[in-house]
Nanobody, 115 residues
Framework: QVQLVESGGGLVQTGESLRLSCAAS????????MGWYRQAPGKQRDLVATITTGSSTYYADSVKGRFTISRANAKNTVYLQMNSLKPEDAAVYYC?????????WGQGTQVTVSS
């Protein structure tokens, strides 16, 4: 069974950085497109960034130039480096693994940004 566990969230001030990690078990992430999504209270879950099996990346406009997604297949882990954090980045961040139209999700990690 595929399990994704996020970590690295927390409370930071505006302008600071965080690195989120998503550790997978039960599968090898090398065959999945991996992504990070976020959901703020009362809002829908939005795509933040994705990385394909070939390490091509995509970023939402709101995070381009500030966030970096990467993958370490040997560690079965995906990362999201978040720099220059803003209050509007505050949300629960979810890790996603996608393959052949099947999605797997982690439980989420909270990111809070104080102004």
């Amino acid at each position: 069974q595929v399990q994704l566990v996020e970590s690295g969230g927390g409370l930071v001030q505006t302008g600071e950085s965080l690195r989120l990690s998503c550790a997978a078990s039960g599968t090898f992430i090398g065959v999945y497109t991996m992504g990070w999504y976020r959901q703020a209270p009362g809002k829908q879950r939005d795509l933040v960034a994705t990385i394909t099996t070939g390490s091509s990346t995509y970023y939402a406009d709101s995070v381009k130039g500030r966030f970096t997604i990467s993958r370490a297949n040997a560690k079965n882990t995906v990362y999201l480096q978040m720099n220059s954090l803003k209050p509007e980045d505050a949300a629960v961040y979810y890790c996603n693994a996608r393959r052949e139209f099947r999605d797997y999700w982690g439980q989420g990690t909270q990111v809070t940004v104080s102004s």
